[in-house]
């Protein structure tokens, strides 16, 4: 239950956290939620010309650092690819980029980008000694410690993130890509738990509650929340704690005693409040400030048809579809 909690905490904030980095002057431009929806990770297949072939959420994103970098960035440039690694499910291979030995990692040093990456994948430009942050510095507006995104950066339909120094770089890696990978892990997994449900396998709905990459990666970033609990507003925790004690004790105890329908009332009254909180809806307000990039989150339909469900089966009611469509 402390970790149910923790969980909850953390989710709650994200936007705490961020005003106080806000206070310590991290700029983030040219929205305040520009790092949220900029696109780091995408579906695509994977394993490309081979019977293994699979739609998966890959990297996207591309970091680049000059190879003359400070360590520090360097240090925290490494963690934003291991953080993106988190959150993806494959490196995106292809037996074509096997055989020709290329660079599987999200991390590449400006001397080693090629046209072709230019021209296919978003990048994220570490620091400023780098031959990129050379050609984009007449465009930035950001001062001292920043984040800004330049759409269509290099080339048209391809943006670049670029983070300014130690200090935006430690925030993109620890707090903002760290969230990301724990709330997708928990959201994906969580849609899993009601497939389950649907087919009457309680035993592994009940050890997806459990699993550290299930639906508790989203308490992963509970690092996040230390220190910081008494900034959430206290609305915000009810509803928290209301979407815990469903998921974490409810939903539990209907899973134990093999009830379907229960576990699917609860289950439905959880969705309820991530719905809630992200879209206001039940007399809650809206605590998510941005709608999610379909390219990362319809990944969930993916998991609803593998299953044989459609949309219906969750999105009626309260949780009626709105979102990116
Ligand atoms: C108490 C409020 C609250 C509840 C309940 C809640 N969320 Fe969230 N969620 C948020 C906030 C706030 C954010 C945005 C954080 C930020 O600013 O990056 C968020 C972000 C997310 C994201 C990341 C979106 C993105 O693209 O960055 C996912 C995934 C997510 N939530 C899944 C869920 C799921 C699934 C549920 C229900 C089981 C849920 N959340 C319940 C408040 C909540
Ligand atoms: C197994 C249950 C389930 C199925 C099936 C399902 N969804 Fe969802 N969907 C969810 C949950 C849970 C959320 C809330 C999490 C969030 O908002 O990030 C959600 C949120 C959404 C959102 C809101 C995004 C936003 O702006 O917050 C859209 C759009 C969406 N789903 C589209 C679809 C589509 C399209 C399908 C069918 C291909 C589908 N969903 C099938 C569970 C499901």
């Not at 993130?161 to 707090?175: C, I, P, R, T, W």
């Not at 815990?244 to 005693?257: E, S």
């Not at 048809?305 to 459609?310: I, L, R």
Request: include cysteine.
């Amino acid at each position: 239950m402390k970790c149910l909690l923790r969980m909850m905490v953390v989710l709650l904030l994200l936007p705490v956290l961020s005003n106080a980095v806000a206070r310590q002057q991290l700029q983030i431009l040219p929205t305040p939620t520009a790092d949220r929806t900029f696109q780091f990770v995408h579906t695509s297949t994977s394993f490309l010309g081979t019977p293994l072939a699979v739609e998966a959420v890959v990297p996207y994103a591309l970091v680049v650092i000059g190879a003359d970098e400070s360590p520090e960035v360097s240090a925290q440039a490494a963690t934003m690819a291991y953080m993106i690694g988190q959150w993806s499910q494959e490196p995106g291979t292809s037996l074509e980029m096997i055989k020709t030995n290329q660079n599987l990692g999200p991390l590449v040093f400006d001397k080693n980008l090629t046209q072709a990456e230019i021209e296919n994948r978003n990048l994220v430009v570490v620091g400023k000694r780098n031959t990129l942050y050379q050609k984009l510095e007449g465009r930035l507006k950001g001062k001292g410690s920043f984040i800004e995104v330049i759409k269509d950066g290099l080339v048209p339909a391809r943006d670049i993130m670029f983070v300014s120094d130690e200090k935006a770089a430690f925030y993109l890696a620890n707090k903002r890509l760290y969230f990301k990978s724990g709330a997708y892990k928990g959201f994906f997994s969580f849609a899993k738990t009601r497939l389950l449900i649907e087919k009457d396998n309680f035993a592994a709905a009940l050890y997806a509650l459990d699993d550290p990459e299930a639906v508790r990666g989203c308490g992963k970033p509970v690092i996040l929340a230390i220190g910081h609990k008494e900034n959430i507003p206290p609305e915000m925790m009810k509803v928290a704690g209301e979407r815990n004690k469903l998921v974490f004790k409810d939903l539990r105890a209907a899973l134990k005693a093999g009830d379907r329908t229960k576990a699917i009332e609860v289950w439905q009254a959880a969705m309820g409040t991530c719905y809630g909180c992200h879209q206001s809806r039940q007399g809650i307000k809206q605590y998510r400030k941005f709608k999610p990039n379909k390219g990362e989150h319809a990944y969930h339909g993916v998991i609803a048809q593998q299953f044989g469900a459609n949309c219906d089966t969750c999105h009626y009611g309260s949780t009626a579809m709105v979102g990116y469509d």
